[in-house]
């Protein structure tokens, strides 16, 4: 089993900036590609991001592409989510997850593992 803890979450004003953590534990980090996902309130979970075990590969969906990076630090089995230019459209939980390959990198369903989630507001 992996465990994964997200971290980082918290209020901003639109146009700051949040960087959310994953840290991974129970398993060989470095083996699993990552994905960030997000629930607004009412709303479904979605697609953020995701990033190969490698950290050479990256896929956002299209409404944070030029805004939010992903990237991952396999020696600290921990992967990011840097989110600047927030807008209150960005509010909602945000989760990590691992699963063991890259193709359909946006299923939810594909993914093994997933954090607690971890809850960010943007005030406008």
């Known amino acids: 089993q992996m465990q994964l803890v997200e971290s980082g979450g918290g209020l901003v004003q639109a146009g700051g900036s949040l960087r959310l953590s994953c840290a991974a534990s129970?398993?060989?980090?470095?083996?699993?590609?990552m994905g960030w996902f997000r629930q607004a309130p009412g709303k479904e979970r979605e697609f953020v991001a995701a990033?190969?075990?490698?950290?050479?590969?990256?896929r956002y969906t299209d409404s944070v592409k030029g805004r939010f990076t992903i990237s991952r630090d396999n020696a600290k089995n921990t992967v990011y989510l840097q989110m600047n230019s927030l807008k209150p459209e960005d509010t909602a939980v945000y989760y990590c997850?691992?699963?063991?390959?890259?193709?359909?990198?946006?299923?939810?369903?594909?993914?093994?593992?997933w954090g607690q989630g971890t809850q960010v507001t943007v005030s406008s």
């Open positions: 997850a691992a699963r063991h390959d890259f193709a359909n990198y946006y299923r939810q369903r594909e993914y093994n593992y």
């Open positions: 129970g398993l060989t980090f470095s083996n699993y590609a």
């Open positions: 990033i190969t075990w490698s950290g050479f590969d990256t």
